[in-house]
Each structure stands twice: as structure tokens, then as C-alpha cells.
């Protein structure tokens, strides 16, 4: 507290990013980051960057990338806003797009980063249960509002909601804004990417941080109507002229030309999560429904932050959430490579049957 | 226009950046960029990044390069924050600390962004006129304000501010946070680092942009009172949790441990700085007094906008702002390389002389 904050900073509840432990050799399970690394290709894309050049200013409008992400998905360029990270993508959207005098709708179990925006700038929002299944019920959206988001795949729950639901979802709701956000789509969820060009009230966004294996390069995009894309462009140029660092545009263009890699590790990570359920049901633990690259899993004998925490003392590190109430027996586990889950089944084996 | 749009959408006016061409072969001499690459010990680390460890998240909080930044200046750590360049940095800053019931004092010539800054959040300002040698003159400053903020040396004219005058400022105005933005004290400016144990309400930014040869990488940051810091971190941690990637932190802490590098690469730009002045002045154009490394000139017989095209069909860029009036007729011209320097001059000889 200092009288030399504005009286927003004394407002504020940040966000708290799952930890980024210094300690080497644990089994980093709890921020959904892709077991594998990026393509080979990414790589050495990378690499030519550390080079003389890098004392020149980036493109201010990352065109090469625009360009590439529009081809990748059969749009045109002003269809796409990039931005560091989905965070920042998402910052500028609630910013642009989602602040209206009606509230803003959002799951009450999703994202907890929605309501840290909602405080940054000040948006009225009220948040939908999920129902019993801990679903989204597209039906409990269709009511005035000054925006709806929601992650499909949900988080930290991972369960997807169909395609066709979102579109009977836009056909009803014309009004307002519908963010998409699709971090985790890769993992087999369907993609509303092909709404855009029928719907212009409809934002996708996405991140290089999961299935493209990029977290530590930081890159995110939206894509949408060009006038909601404007918008952003608008807040972004009022911002920051220059957020997408050199590496950045020239690592995730790269990330986007090998189709054949990316298509390889997804279908890996889906493998080895239908196992991981299998292989958590067969201790007991009731596991949702998931089309992201982590489960949502509890188990009836233990209580989630104990899990977490004998899961811990052997080196094995998941995400658990202390409230709401509804989910706080629940861990949310990253699908890791194939030793890394069998670590994770062994500690949970010597816990779960202590 | 859209009906998506927010209010604050429709009321932005975004900060236009220099350009960026695409290109090969121009003299770019207007982004201030440094003519000289970065160090080969950047280089070389920020090869070693393209690795694996791309798939994690980068560390939210940027330890190891706040612990370098503090050390180098002499600080705590937390009396450091980082961003994705100076320009985030400042957005937060603007955000977080200048913000208030009564207006933010700046320059009427300064940093065209800061208006930006606060048609984004909303706040109060009023310019305060350059006096008639374009300084900023510190008893203008001395009234009630929100906070005050300027450039040293100023941009776009270069000229520097006393420390010994600042120091009289922070004595004076103790309500209000007064920022200093050094994002080109390297070249020949006194800083305002040694006065951050002394005065709670002094802030100053930096950035690796300019002396440190890394405008591609995007880092900037601010040192200041351990309650400012704070600040700008609960904004930061509400907007995005992780905006420096692992290539910008490695970066900036290898260019902060080649202290011999950068020592030689300012003196150069200073050492030719100091000649084009003269060679300008020789052309008959009158040029401020620079602390920075670019110089503000005009030509008493010809109109600015015009010598920019002038020059500009001969492949040289400048940087021509159309306001205020008051510096229409001024070019601002960063300082290059040798053979950079050489090829302006012989532009403007064939233009001035014509």
C-alpha cells in the first residue's frame, strides 16, 4: 500500500501462474506445457535470429506471421491479431470487445484469469454454473449479456462443448461478443476457427504455449471478423507497438510449416492421456471427460490438496485448486511424456494404497 | 466502427511507430535503433536458448534478470520490474502510478506516446511547454500534479536535464510519483538511478532497445522505491503473467555481463555523434544540443517535411513529425554507423546545396 498507487493497483487481485519451480528433475505436471519440445525445424528457425539483426525493431505488425497463421486456417490477414501469449491476446479482448454496459457471462469453474481481467478494466460480469456434470450448458447462456467467454476445452475441468452447440450458441446470441478461447483445442476438441467467415461476431483464440510447444517463446493469436480484429489492433497500438519479439514471429511461423511434427505429438499426447484415464480409474479416481492435454481427476478416499501434496513430497508436481468449493477434491494433472506418467501412476500407486 | 467495439475503442487515437521497411538497403536512420549489433556473448547465449526447454513456460517473475538489473545498479531486486520493452513498462507505469485526481504533467514536445498512454486509461494531463531553447525548464514543474513525466534526455529534441536539476524536483514535488524515462541516458546523459535510494517517488525506465543494441528482443524495465515496483507488478500479474520469453531474459543478462562491449559501442555512437553535429552545422543547419543518440536539427532555408522526402528518394529515412508546430521544420536523425553517416551527409549535401 503506498499512497503513490493509483487507486485501481489497490483494487487489484492478480492473477498466480502455477509455479515455475528452479528445482531441477521434478515431474512437472501442474501448467499444461507439451511433454515434447518444439520441431527440430522451430529450432533451428531460431537460432538464425541470434544474429546482428536483432538491433533493429521487430515488424510492429508481425505480418509474416499474420500472414502465415491466415493461410494455415483459410483466412485472410486482417482476420488475425498476435499478440505474447494468450494472456496478452486475452487482456486486449476483454479491454476491446468484452467491456459493455450488460455483463459479461462466463462459467463459474473455467479460467481464473476471466475475473482478474474483469478487475483490471472494470467489467461487470456475472458467471454461469456448469451443470451437475460439470458441463457447459450453452442453454444457461442464452440471456442479455455484454459478451460470453469460455475456454473449449473448459479449465481446468476438460471437457469440450460440441461445435454445434456454439453455433446454435452464435445463431441465438447476435448482440455480443463470443470468445472462444481454444488453448487446449488441439488435444481433440473441435475447432470454431471454421465459424468465422459466417459469423462476425464470433473470437478464436489460441497459443503456441500447449500443442505447438512453444510456453517459452510466448506467442498467442486471435482470429475473427476483421472489425473485431481492429479493435484489437486499436488497443494493441495504444499499448504496445511491438510485442512479438523477432524470435517469437519467426519461431511460431516455423512451428506452423511442420505440419507432420505438430501432427505427431498431439496424437502422442492424446495416446498417452486415454491411457493415463484408464490407468487412474483402475485406482479409483474419477476422471472427466477430457479433449485438452490434462485431466481432471478426484479420488472418493482423498482429499485433492492432500493428493497434491503427497504428490509433491515425491517430486511429482500437479495443480490443485483451492475453491470453488465444488472442485477443490479435484487435481488437474498435465498429460506428461511416457516416463513421466508412469512416475506420476507410481507415486500416486504407493499414496492411493498407503 | 463496430457495435463490438468497447466505448474506449471508438475514443483511441493508437501511437503511429516509426517505420519499419521492408526493404533491403535503406540508410534507416529513424528508430533510433543502435548501428551496432549485439555483443557475440549475446549472441552466443541466446543461441543456447533455441533448446528444448522451450516447451516451459519462461519464469513469470524474471528473477535471475531482476537480481542482474539490481546488481548492476547497485539495488535490490525488489526495487526492479521487467517488461516487453520499455513501452509496456510505461504503459503500466501510466496505469499504475500516474493515474490520480489531478493531472499528470509532460512535456508539450516529448515522447508522442504518453498522450496515448492516457486516452488508454483514462487520465488527466496537461502539457507544460518546452521553453525557448526546446529544454524542459523544472520550475514549470513545481505545481500541484498527479505525477509528472519526461524523457531524459528529452525526445524528440535530445536534450538533456541536469541530475542536479531533477534532484531540485524530487525535493520540491513529494506528493507524486515523478518518472524519468532514460531510454537514452547511455549516450551521454547524467542518470537518475542514484537518486532511487533517496526519493520514494522516483521512478526511472530504461530500456534494452537502444545503448544495449536489442530493439529486436523487447526488454525494458524500471527501478524505483520497492512500493512502486509493487505496483507495477500487481498490474502486470493482472494482465499477463509471463511477457519476458526465455530468449529476452537470457539476452538481457548476457548484455548486461559484457560491460566492455557496451562501454565501446557508446562511445562510438557519441564520438560520432559529435561529428555529425559539426558536419551538420557545416551544412548551415542548426542542431540541439544532444545527450542521446540522435540529434534534432533543422535548416533555415528548408521545410522538414521536405527534406525527409528529399531525403528518403535517396534512400535514407529519417523521422519527420507534422506536430506541433513548433518543431515542423526539425528532422530527427539517429546516429549510424560510419558509412550510415557518410551516406546522409552526401544526401543532404546534393539537397541543401541544390
Chains 1, 2 share one sequence.
Not at 478494466?121 to 460470453?148: C, K, Q, S
Not at 505429438?265 to 477430457?290: K, M, N, W, Y
Not at 493428493?307 to 483451492?322: G, M, P, T
Request: glycine share 6%; aromatic share 10%; with cysteine.
Amino acid at each position: 500500500m503506498s499512497q503513490y498507487w493509483s487507486k485501481l493497483v489497490h483494487s487489484l487481485t492478480p492473477y498466480v501462474p502455477g509455479e515455475q519451480p528452479k528445482l531441477q528433475n521434478l515431474v512437472k505436471l501442474n501448467t499444461n506445457e507439451n511433454p515434447y519440445g518444439p520441431s527440430p525445424k522451430v529450432i533451428a528457425a531460431l537460432q538464425a535470429e541470434a544474429a546482428d539483426s536483432l538491433r533493429l525493431y521487430p515488424d510492429p505488425d508481425s505480418s509474416r506471421l499474420k500472414a502465415a497463421i491466415a493461410e494455415y486456417h483459410g483466412l485472410q490477414a486482417n482476420q488475425v491479431f498476435v499478440g505474447n501469449g494468450s494472456d496478452e491476446v486475452l487482456a486486449h479482448v476483454f479491454q476491446a470487445l468484452l467491456k459493455h454496459d450488460q455483463p459479461l457471462l462466463y462459467p463459474d469453474i473455467t479460467y481464473s484469469f476471466y475475473p482478474v481481467y474483469c478487475g483490471l478494466y472494470g467489467i461487470d460480469f456475472e458467471t454461469v454454473p456448469l451443470n451437475a456434470r460439470f458441463e457447459i450448458a450453452i442453454d444457461d447462456y442464452l440471456r442479455p449479456n455484454g459478451g460470453i467467454i469460455f475456454p473449449n476445452p473448459n479449465a481446468p475441468t476438460g471437457i469440450p462443448v460440441a461445435l454445434s452447440e456454439i453455433e446454435r450458441l452464435l445463431k441465438a446470441n447476435t448482440q455480443s461478443v463470443v470468445v472462444i478461447d481454444e488453448a487446449y483445442v488441439d488435444f481433440g476438441t473441435e475447432s470454431a476457427v471454421s465459424l468465422v467467415n459466417q459469423y462476425p461476431n464470433v473470437l478464436v483464440t489460441h497459443t503456441y504455449s500447449k500443442s505447438r510447444s512453444l510456453a517459452g517463446l510466448r506467442v498467442g493469436y486471435a482470429v475473427g471478423d476483421a472489425a473485431l480484429i481492429e479493435a484489437l489492433i486499436r488497443v494493441k497500438d495504444s499499448f504496445n507497438s511491438y510485442p512479438i519479439d523477432r524470435f517469437a514471429e519467426a519461431g511460431a511461423i516455423a512451428a506452423l510449416q511442420d505440419e507432420a511434427y505438430f501432427q505427431q505429438t498431439r496424437q502422442q499426447v492424446i495416446a498417452a492421456r486415454d491411457q493415463l484415464v484408464l490407468d487412474l480409474q483402475g485406482l479409483g479416481f474419477e476422471v472427466l471427460p477430457s479433449g485438452a492435454n490434462f485431466i481432471f481427476a478426484r479420488h472418493p478416499k482423498y482429499a485433492g490438496e492432500q493428493l497434491a501434496a503427497s504428490l509433491r513430497e515425491q517430486a511429482v508436481i500437479v495443480r490443485h485448486f483451492k475453491k470453488p468449493a465444488r472442485i477443490t477434491d479435484f487435481l488437474r494433472i498435465t498429460i506428461g511424456n511416457t516416463s513421466q506418467n508412469q512416475a506420476l501412476m507410481q507415486a500416486l500407486q504407493s499414496i492411493v494404497q498407503a
